[in-house]
């Protein structure tokens, strides 16, 4: 991968995170219970990358690399990038694509399971 493109994915990534934590706090201040509030701030983030990444390429600009788009989804931004994916119709009709994010929904699907039975 080209340098300037994993300094964009980093940037990305960087800055999603950074959003993500302001949110999370926000959301934990007016009540909501942290995990929840991680992942409403993380799915709605994702979901923007998404929104973003669309609107860049209609514009031939500089994208959101696939593989940011796929961290903020298997960190727990799934719901959000299947939101995205589905409203903006982006990355919908890309099999690469769609078979890391679903092997990415299994996983946390799995893990879910596996900390529910251990409780």
């Known amino acids: 991968m080209p340098r300037r493109f994993r300094n964009l994915a980093a940037s990305v990534f960087l800055f999603s995170l950074a959003l993500t934590v302001i949110l999370t706090g926000s959301l934990i201040v007016w009540g909501m219970p942290a995990w929840s509030s991680y992942l409403s701030a993380i799915s709605l983030i994702t979901f923007v990358c998404f929104g973003w990444d669309k609107y860049q390429a209609k514009q ?3 994208r959101v690399p696939e593989n940011c788009l796929h961290v903020l989804a298997f960190i727990g931004g799934s719901p959000g990038s299947l939101v995205g994916q589905r409203l903006f119709r982006h990355k919908s009709s890309k099999k690469a694509f769609q078979q890391i994010y679903w ?3 299994v996983l946390q699907i799995l893990i879910v399971i ?3 039975l251990k409780q």
């Open 103 to 105: 092997g990415i929904v």
């Open 60 to 62: 031939s600009r500089r």
């Open 114 to 116: 596996t900390i529910a």
